[in-house]
Structures are given as C-alpha cells and as structure tokens.
C-alpha cells in the first residue's frame, strides 16, 4: 500500500513500503510484465491532478533501501511505464475481465432472459395474483443475477474512460526509484 504522507507539490511521486506494494498480489509475470494494483492506479491520477499543469517529466518511486539489493530496477521501471501506457487504451484491452467475470457476465445475462421469459410465460397463463407475484420476484433474481456485472460497468469500465485522458498525459513519463 501507498503511504499516505503528502509529497512536495511539485514533484509527482510515490512512496512504498515494499517494491511489492505496486503490483497486484497474485502476479507471478515477470516483474517487467506486471500490472499495477488498483491503490496505486488511484494514487498517481490523484497525484496527478493536483501537478498537471505543472508537467512534471519524472515519475519518482520511493522505495526502501532494503529491497534495492535484490530489485531488478529496470524491470520495475518497465512494468509502470507499460501499465501506465496500457491505461490509455480501452478497458477491454487494459484491464480485460477475467474467466470468472466472463462467465458471471454471460450467466447473468443469460439468467435474466431466462427469468423475463419465465415471467411472462406465468402471467399469461393466469391472472391471479400470486403468480403475478412470483412472476414478479422472477424477474427481480434475474436482476439480481447481473448485479455484478453492473457493478464492474459502474466502477470499472465507465471511471477508466473518463480517467484515459488523463492516464495520456503522464503514460510516457520517465520513471525513477529512488532509494530511502
């Protein structure tokens, strides 16, 4: 994790406690090939707004001494020049779903059409009440079932094609640790 002490306004930076805090948990790529984990996403747009004007030309990581021994610099540098440039493309092509989000996305979808034919089917056979109600409440897990989905629309997809322009301004910045 990102600490939270503030840096000085002119310089675009991030301080770690460990090399390790910038990249997801379970990333077993090669160092150059990782992707950075949300937490940092969030750290250097923030980071970003309050000195975009200004410009700054590097992107300095602040990392501890102890791990420079056995940090391969280069690697790290690349992960975040080529993460941060993957960022201004299409979420689809930065950030793709996972097998998982994949099949929970068809399956909810799928679920929903489902329960919307179900429904309909129960109305049309009869008009009481309480088919009209469990037709209703069909419908209403069929909603339910593409909760996720919209949760990764709403949270995921639409804030990084707002935050593409910005990831523009500093993708190609030069990146440098410096040891602390």
């Known amino acids: 994790m990102p600490d939270a002490r503030p840096t000085p306004a002119t310089e675009f930076a991030i301080r770690l406690s460990?090399?390790?805090?910038l990249f997801f948990d379970f990333d077993a790529r090669p160092v150059a090939e990782r992707v950075l984990n949300d937490d940092v996403h969030d750290h250097l747009l923030d980071e970003w707004e309050g000195l975009r004007d200004n410009r700054p030309d590097t992107l300095v990581v602040y990392a501890p001494e102890s791990e420079r021994r056995h940090t391969d610099e280069q690697a790290v540098c690349a992960a975040?020049?080529?993460?941060?440039?993957?960022?201004r493309e299409p979420l689809r092509r930065a950030g793709p779903l996972s097998r998982?989000?994949?099949?929970?996305?068809?399956?909810?979808?799928?679920?929903?059409?489902?329960?919307?034919?179900?429904s309909t089917g129960l109305e049309r056979l009869t008009n009481d009440v309480i088919v009209d109600g469990v037709g209703q409440g069909l419908v209403l897990v069929g909603w339910v079932a593409l909760w996720r989905p919209a949760e990764h629309f709403v949270n995921q997809v639409v804030p990084?094609?707002?935050?593409r322009k910005r990831y523009a301004e500093f993708a190609d910045i030069d990146v440098r640790i410096d040891w602390v």
Do not use: P, T, V
């Not at 460990?18 to 805090?21: E, K």
């Not at 998982?100 to 179900?118: H, N, P, Q, Y």
């Not at 990084?160 to 935050?163: L, R, S």
């Open 18 to 21: 460990s090399i390790d805090a």
């Open 160 to 163: 990084h094609y707002f935050n």
């Open 100 to 118: 998982r989000e994949r099949m929970a996305l068809w399956i909810g979808i799928a679920f929903f059409l489902a329960s919307i034919a179900a």
């Open 80 to 87: 975040i020049s080529g993460d941060l440039r993957a960022s």
